[in-house]
């Protein structure tokens, strides 16, 4: 059965994608809060302290979903500005600045939690691992992303230009996700999360992490579709004000 990609793409239309979404985000951000929530208070005080850890083991809860999410928005912005590149679609290039605000915030999450648990676990909030290295780099690449948006007036070369650094930081998006594979070194552990028995977590903290990664993943979805309903809304003011100054 062939696929009918016309009748796909419509539905991003910024018209259509206005419809859909206005219809769709109570639901999202409902269902958001009733899953993060969940996942956190099930994870925060209904799991046991870990034997060497402690009660610090719980920060898990907060730095894995974000790391995971900082990684994987990148990853999203990656497909957006393909798409914005082949098919020049502005949706697409609006939902890849959307996204960028939310992944910067999430890798700050990560590396603030990570700082916090570190602490304890290896004697400092800071070690120049590959990991924590890579991760701060992508904390680089969110900001100057974003700083490029800003900088530049014309919104389809701000998007052609943004659209290319983020095939570059992805690079670093995939060291932060494997680099404790590419490296041995380095104090950061291997995957908390894996579908490896001996590598993975105990089920008590695997199911409750699930949940929350959950939550955090439908967090970034209503966040997104808010942030790009905005952006297209200010796409249309700008393009009203431009008219009315070339009719002056």
Not at 44 to 67: C, E, N
Not at 109 to 136: C, H, V
Not at 169 to 189: E, K, M
Not at 207 to 233: D, M, Q
Request: aromatic share 16%; hydrophobic share 55%.
């Amino acid at each position: 059965m062939a696929i009918n990609w016309n009748a796909f793409w419509e539905w991003a239309n910024p018209r259509k994608f206005m419809w859909w979404t206005d219809r769709a985000l109570p639901y999202f951000a409902v269902l958001a809060a009733l899953v993060l929530t969940s996942g956190l208070v099930w994870g925060f005080f209904f799991t046991p302290d870990d034997y060497r850890q402690g009660a610090t083991v719980k920060i898990f809860y907060l730095h894995v979903p974000s790391a995971m999410m900082a990684i994987n928005i990148w990853a999203m912005m990656l497909v957006a500005s393909l798409i914005w590149i082949v098919r020049r679609h502005h949706v697409s290039a609006l939902a890849a600045k959307s996204a960028a605000a939310i992944g910067m915030t999430m890798t700050l999450i990560a590396l603030f939690t990570g700082a916090i648990w570190g602490k304890p676990m290896w004697g400092t909030y800071w070690e120049w691992d590959p990991r924590l290295t890579s991760f701060l780099i992508l904390l680089l690449f969110y900001l100057g992303y974003m700083a490029l948006w800003e900088a530049i007036d014309n919104p389809d070369t701000a998007a052609d230009l943004t659209s290319v650094l983020c095939l570059v930081g992805s690079v670093f998006a995939i060291l932060s996700r494997y680099a404790v594979l590419f490296w041995n070194q380095g104090l950061h552990q291997g995957a908390s999360l894996s579908m490896d028995a001996e590598e993975n977590v105990a089920d008590v903290y695997w199911y409750p992490a699930l949940v929350a990664i959950a939550g955090f993943v439908l967090l970034f979805i209503t966040l997104v579709l808010l942030r790009t309903r905005t952006e297209i809304r200010a796409r249309r003011l700008h393009a009203l004000d431009m008219r009315e100054r070339a009719q002056q």
